[in-house]
């Protein structure tokens, strides 16, 4: 039936249907944090009410909590763990959340603390935190950050990198064949002993091999290769 306007009437049920058609806005992604200190979490929320995609979820102060938030039947996008809990807690948290029947990949978990360094902050990527931030980031960061990790991927201030001053990638087609296969095991959280067990040379000689990468990638220390390494491979994203 046409109305006085020229235009086809439409039931109510017709409109329902048809609403339920018409694509939506995506809805805000979820973020929630486990601080030890609660004047911290409301920082965060203040923060996030200018961000019309991040909608600040819930608050808690306990690990445990945290555990109990992640697992729910309407689990944040992204749950911010504070270091401050202490880098053992963390990582035996991350492993038995990991391990739980109620695990959920899609739940971005993201480290954040007054200060994190390179051997912590590849410790926390390998266990399965998606994203490093230090509390004194700026707010460019924090978003930036929650944005990457709400997304699917993997994010990290660049000042974690001792490195950080150097702009170009290291060079790693100067690197021999041999050279190679130790700094992929480096990446992979390899130790010396367990690096020469692999490739079936002498621990000293991997002293020698990672001395000479070093030298060619100007990377300093075996955490940097390895954190280098997953930024080379776009697995961690860095702010522009």
Sequence with gaps: MMNTLGTKDVSPIEAGMMGALTPTAESPRTISICDTQP???EGVRTLLSEARELRFEKACE?????????SSATPPDVLILDKAFGIQAILDWLADWKSSPAYNAAVGLVIWGVSVTEAEALRFLQAGARGILRKTAGVSSVISCLRTVAGGRSWMEDCVFRDSGRQDRYPRSELTSREQQVLELVEQGFKNKEIAGELGIRPGTVKI????????????????????????????????
């Design 62 to 70: 306990t690990l445990r909590q945290a555990y109990d938030l992640a």
């Design 209 to 240: 091999h990672l001395k000479h990468i070093f030298e060619k990638t100007g990377v300093r220390g075996r955490y940097g290769l390895a954190l280098s390494g997953l930024r080379e491979r776009g697995v961690v994203s860095l702010p522009a």
């Design 39 to 41: 004047v911290t979490a």
